[in-house]
Nanobody, 121 residues
Framework: QVQLVEFGGGLVQAGGSLRLSCAVSGTIFRLNAMAWYRQAPGKQRELVAGITSDDSTDYADSVKGRFTISRDDAKRTVYLQMDGLKPEDTAVYYC???????????????WGQGTQVTVSS
């Protein structure tokens, strides 16, 4: 069974930093694009940052220059380094991975359980 397990959320003061990580467990054939999303109370889930299998990255305008997404395919892990955190970054952060479980199946979306990030002013 494929699972995504997240680590690294917490409480931090404005201007501080946090690093989120998300590891893929289980047997897979191919790990394609990975991404981080977030959802604040009363708001829709939004894309924060994405990274392709060839390390191309994309960021939401609100986090450009402050957040950095990276991946380590040997560890099947995606990271989100968050610097210069602001109170408006407070949300539950979810990792997403597009995975092929075997040669015969297509690509499916998998999600982590979510980790809370709270930024105090």
């Amino acid at each position: 069974q494929v699972q995504l397990v997240e680590f690294g959320g917490g409480l931090v003061q404005a201007g501080g930093s946090l690093r989120l990580s998300c590891a893929v467990s289980g047997t897979i054939f191919r790990l394609n694009a990975m991404a981080w999303y977030r959802q604040a109370p009363g708001k829709q889930r939004e894309l924060v940052a994405g990274i392709t299998s060839d390390d191309s990255t994309d960021y939401a305008d609100s986090v450009k220059g402050r957040f950095t997404i990276s991946r380590d395919d040997a560890k099947r892990t995606v990271y989100l380094q968050m610097d210069g955190l602001k109170p408006e970054d407070t949300a539950v952060y979810y990792c997403n991975a597009k995975i092929r479980r075997n040669y015969f199946t297509g690509e499916y979306d998998y999600w982590g359980q979510g980790t809370q990030v709270t930024v105090s002013s």
